[in-house]
């Protein structure tokens, strides 16, 4: 990336501040999920409710972006969404039994979808030249906060006990809430006089266009796999025998790789005009670690953990960069990601949710496994039709 003013360097960090608040209140519950059912006697089913219900809220809230849009100026909304998640988080101190615990998901999960429903817009408008590569990074904060969650949580819950393990995440959103509302001041009138008649409202035939569906169907599996491994991954490996810290810095070490391979996409997506090559690469990844995670998870655990955290890693950034590619209007291109992420996070949230039932039913979770291999198969025969050529099939 370019040298950039002091401001928009402000406002760069300030979005990395605000990305890395997006999945603690997520990432912090699959390592603890033994302690949380044992304290609450949740069943598998109610417990992944507890990933599957915050997804589903974001994916609702972003479906409904163009009136939280038409309502919440960016650096507003975006603040109280991490308002939201700051108190949600809190609240786990004691909030502690299934439909307390429930209840502050579905809070957290408006606040989240609040600041994925106007990020986007924002760094499209603001970052127009080096949209890709500030994309990368706010992905890789996301990314990047969910591995900070994963590897304390069992550490935390140690120390603390998991209630205040799980309330600690409120921490970071109020650090960050001043950082975002001290370096997005004046953008909002920046943004009021920039509207020029010539700017096309957000079209409503997303709804009815093939391609925008499929960009959500892609970015809904892709999910899909991320929101599987968040709530199921340390479970998993605990029922075959590890210790929940064990387990939790195993997660962690598959979120860090997606850091890193989110990363890489920051720095090299420019050389890559079509995205076709660089997703077939990392969906065949993501297919090597699923295959590792089913028939060895004991002798490929890392080996699969690698894999997985690549794969996922690199393919949530592009998934979103493939969609921003088809539009060139801002206020277009964050209708379209509200749509993508809106459907795409209504799909992904039945993943968890899915993994709980067939672990309620078989007592294993490999069944879940086989199910993503499909999906990642699937998403590999999309990405081949996301040609340069053919973005204009998402033309109103």
Same mark, same amino acid.
């Given at each position: ?39 609450? &006697? ?138 975002? @509302?001290? !370096? ?8 009021? *006089?920039?509207?020029? =008649? !010539? ?10 266009? @093939?391609?925008?569906?499929? @960009? ?56 890559? =005009? ?5 997703? !077939? ?15 060895? =998870? ?14 996922? &890693? ?48 078989? *007592? *294993? ?21 996301? *040609? ?9």
């Amino acid at each position: 990336m370019r040298s950039l003013p002091v401001r928009p360097l402000l406002v760069v960090v300030a979005i990395v501040a605000v990305a890395l608040n997006l999945r603690p209140a997520l990432a912090a519950i699959g390592p603890l999920l033994d302690m949380i059912q044992a304290a609450t &006697g949740a069943t598998h089913t109610q417990a992944s409710l507890l990933t599957t219900l915050p997804v589903f809220v974001m994916g609702l809230c972003a479906l409904a972006g163009r009136h939280v849009t038409g309502r919440l100026s960016e650096r507003g909304g975006i603040g109280l969404g991490l308002a939201l998640v700051a108190l949600a988080c809190l609240a786990r101190y004691v909030a502690v039994d299934t439909y307390g615990l429930l209840l502050t998901a579905a809070v957290a999960g408006v606040g989240i979808a609040l600041v994925q429903t106007l990020l986007p817009a924002f760094i499209k408008r603001h970052f127009a030249h080096e949209v890709g590569r500030v994309f990368g990074l706010y992905t890789t904060g996301i990314m990047a906060g969910a591995a900070i969650a994963a590897a304390g949580a069992a550490g935390l819950a140690g120390q603390m006990g998991w209630q205040a393990a799980l309330a600690f995440w409120s921490l970071p959103a109020v650090v960050a809430l001043p950082l975002w @509302l001290n !370096a997005a001041r004046g953008q909002s009138a920046r943004r009021a *006089s920039q509207r020029l =008649p !010539a700017s096309r409202p957000a079209p409503h035939s997303f709804w009815r266009n @093939l391609r925008a569906w499929e @960009l959500m169907l892609f970015f809904g599996i892709g999910t899909g796999a991320y929101t599987l491994v968040l709530a199921w991954l340390p479970p998993f490996y605990t029922s075959l025998g590890w210790a929940p810290s064990a387990a939790g810095f195993l997660l962690g070490g598959l979120t860090l790789a997606e850091v890193m391979a989110g990363l890489a996409v920051s720095a090299w997506i420019g050389r890559f =005009p079509d995205r076709r090559t660089p997703l !077939a690469a990392v969906l065949v990844i993501l297919i090597c670690g699923l295959v590792c995670l089913i028939l060895a =998870p004991l002798k490929l655990a890392l080996l699969a953990c690698l894999l997985l955290g690549v794969g996922i &890693g690199a393919l949530f950034p592009l998934s979103l960069i493939v969609a921003m590619d088809h539009v060139d209007d801002p206020a277009q291109a964050g209708m379209l990601a509200a749509f993508v992420q809106g459907g795409g996070y209504v799909i992904a949230s039945f993943m968890p949710l899915l993994a709980g039932v067939l672990r309620d039913r078989f *007592s *294993s979770l490999s069944q879940a496994w086989v199910v993503m291999l499909g999906g990642a198969i699937v998403l590999l025969t999309l990405a081949l039709r996301f *040609s340069p050529a053919s973005y204009r099939r998402i033309a109103a």
